[in-house]
């Protein structure tokens, strides 16, 4: 893969579970110095297109390439080693009583548990490093289910990092949070896109106060369709905002952070 281009790319991407389209004719490409998020209501198909992302759902139609290789021509096993994928479903499969830098480890191979792999010092002294990287230096030691939800949260940002991978997903992350552990998560996420070294993101949200500051790209997503997308001065605004959610919304922009309400 080249710096221009695309990590990912969709063309005419569609896919139809038990008869029923949940994505239609998405097209979409993510570049290197992207990040971006992805809007819309819920049932909108946005976790289905970010399963495709991760190359965990084969679509029905269209195409996808990932990492200059084309998905359904390559075995995916090598290429999904470098998306870093965070979701609510992976936080479920972690056993509680695993410590913070047993899980960010595990994330060198993908996996739920230390002793399905050999790791070595060099991999102990990373997962440390990515923990203070997010915030949580110190935390190594402490277990997953004495964290508090924004934590967690950022334990599981840290464990994507783990395997230096060319693309980052995360499924509302902030979905849960209280208001503290919501700024955490976004302070965090923007000091990782500050870095120069640091992957492009996706970042899944039905809220726009959830948008981190140094996102530079938007795509909206309902009913399975595109709504919009480009870069996020350019398509968050009211009037995309009230065609995406069937109501009349305003949106405003202050430090950096978006706001959205009814009008």
């Known amino acids: 893969m080249t710096e221009t281009n695309p990590v990912l790319e969709m063309d005419g991407v569609g896919v139809t579970v038990d008869g029923r389209p949940i994505l239609a004719d998405m097209t979409w490409a993510v570049a290197p110095g992207q990040h971006w998020v992805v809007v819309g209501p819920n ?10 992302a991760a190359l965990l759902l084969h679509p029905t139609t269209g195409t996808v390439r990932a990492l200059d290789h084309e998905l359904g021509k390559v075995d995916v ?19 509680p009583e695993l410590q913070a830098e047993s899980i960010v480890r595990c994330g060198r191979f993908g996996a739920l548990e230390p002793w399905w792999h050999h790791y070595e010092q060099a991999d102990h002294a990373r997962a440390e490093g990515l923990l203070a990287q997010v915030g949580l230096a110190g935390y190594g030691r402490r277990r997953f289910a004495t964290l508090s939800s924004g934590e967690r949260q950022r334990v599981l940002l840290a464990r994507t990092l783990m395997p230096e991978p060319d693309l980052i997903l995360l499924d509302e992350p902030t979905a849960g949070l ?26 899944v949200t039905h809220r726009v106060e959830d948008i981190a500051k140094t996102t530079t790209h938007l795509l909206a997503v309902a009913d399975g369709k595109t709504v919009a997308t480009g870069p996020i001065g350019a398509t968050l605004t009211g009037a995309m905002m009230s065609r995406l959610f069937g109501l009349r919304v305003e949106v405003g922009r202050s430090g950096g952070r978006w706001t959205a309400r009814t009008v």
């Open 43 to 52: 049932g909108g198909g946005k976790s289905t297109l970010l399963r495709v």
């Open 77 to 95: 096993r090598p290429l999904k080693g470098r998306i870093g994928l965070s979701s609510a479903e992976l936080a479920d499969r972690l056993r």
């Open 178 to 203: 209280d208001f503290g552990g919501r700024e955490e998560l976004l302070g965090a996420l923007d000091a990782l896109a500050a870095r120069s070294d640091s992957p492009p993101t996706v970042t």
